[in-house]
């Protein structure tokens, strides 16, 4: 630990008082580390948000008006690949890096400038990907799972960079995680037992060990990807023995642990949040840290289930559908301490908890429809209609993007000592909330009635819905907006943050008070 302490004030001194750009540039602090990762993470969501604005565009009548159909796939591409690689993930891993040495106890992460390399490569990484949009041929228009043959036989030219790109991505994600697993594991402070530690600190480690898991498996689908189009080998092509089920299979085992890496953080989140303005320990913490490996290890054994219309053995279809209602179990567990933890709390609504409780009642109307997915039968008539789209995006919006809110609103008067305006923050949460149930619950109803996804013309029965999400997504992302002046006003200044840091809420402390050992930082806060 002093040696880490020892290369900060080396670190510090030999780039003397350095200034803007080059202090970000070679910084080893986990809190400039975090700051970075949290500000790369928005200007990617709002690139990733204006890309889903081109697709409700076009979507907002019936006929071809906008885009050409091709730049709508290239759209519907990049929009996912940004979303989850360049939004969601690096968001997180942002939250990590300035909550959890805090959380711990330690004076930063285990290994700091290897923290500095997994944060610089990611802006590289994302403009190669999206530099491919400007390449001959277009960028990637194979949808963001980029099934072969469609993105290795029938792909442009550019989908070279865009495996390359993929790869910088996964190094970055897989030094992240050894960071974090390594500063858990072996620099708490002295009492802060496993058993002991926040949900976050939790969720994060579990996370990191998924991470590890399948980044490689990532990293193999897009080797084999890159071999079948430059050196001959046919791992998916049919006439050379191989098989574009086999792309399925390998792209799935990453993808579906996938999904739960960008959500286990987010539980961890609002089992810090929901406690505060509850006024009471979280319920159930030893059931929580169990629920949370339970998703982790079944998360693994469920990736076929994106498969279900692929033709697989009746036996496999069986498997991947119990499997997955499995699943089911631990996240109702979570569900059911959370709701605990509120029953007969001294409830406020302060914007935190209002993303955090919209976060568990839409994040469950996400699982519903998941298990609706789950039941193999069903799922042909679901199976690439928009019901998965408003599926995941339940999952996803209310559920990932919506902890990320809440977590900048809890601890954004820790980071910068400053509270941020409230009547604002609600404003901006019901904003939010109106705008994402108006975008994406309507596509329950067109899916169901068989509309498909990832087409950019569509029946006239479908129309009327589909203004509607459309709105309901410009509401949205203009929403975000409010947002960014938000932060920005808080950043530059305003109240300062006291031990009540929340409007309303006396004697509120930065996080529950004592009767709870495992939610207190082990170091106590300073407002610098």
Known sequence: MSAVIDSHHHDDHHHGPAKGFTRWLYTTNHKDIGSMYLWFSFTMF?????????????????????????????????????????????????????LIPMMVGAPDMALPRMNN???WILPFAFSLMVSTLFMEGGGPNFGWTFYAPLSTTYAPPSVTFFIFAVHMMGISSIMGAINVIATILNMRAPGMTMMKMPMFVWSWLITAFLLIAVMPVLAGVVTMMLTDIHFGTSFFKPEGG???????????FFGHPEVYIMILPAFGIVSQIIPTFSRKPLFGYASMVYATASIAVLSFLVWAHHMFTVGMPLAGELFFMYATMLIAVPTGVKVFNWVSTMFKGSLTFETPMLFSVAFVILFTIG???????????????????????????????????????????????KWTGYMYDETLGKLHFWLSFIGVNLTFFPMHFVGLAGMPRRIPDYALQFADFNMVASIGAFLFGTTQL????????????????????????????????????????ATPPKVN
């Open 46 to 98: 709002l690139l990733g948000g204006c890309m889903a604005l081109v697709i409700r565009a076009e979507l907002f009548e019936p006929g071809l008006q906008i885009v050409a159909p091709n730049f709508f796939n290239q759209m519907t591409t990049m929009h996912g690949l940004i979303m989850v690689f360049g939004a969601v993930m690096p968001a997180f891993v942002g939250l990590a890096n300035w």
């Open 117 to 119: 390399w997994s944060f």
């Open 367 to 413: 699982g519903f429809s998941g298990l609706m997915l789950a039941m193999a039968p069903a799922d042909f008539q679901y199976h690439d209609t928009y019901f998965v789209v408003a599926h995941f995006h339940y999952v996803l919006v209310p559920g990932a993007i919506f902890s990320i809110f809440a977590a900048a609103y809890y601890w954004l008067p």
């Open 242 to 252: 191989g098989d574009p089920v086999l792309f399925q299979h390998v792209f799935w």
């Open 482 to 521: 409010l947002f960014l002046f938000i932060v920005l006003k808080c950043v530059k200044g305003g109240k300062r943050a006291t031990a009540s840091v929340w409007e309303g809420a006396e004697g509120l402390e930065w996080t529950i008070p004592s009767p709870a050992p495992y939610h207190t930082f």
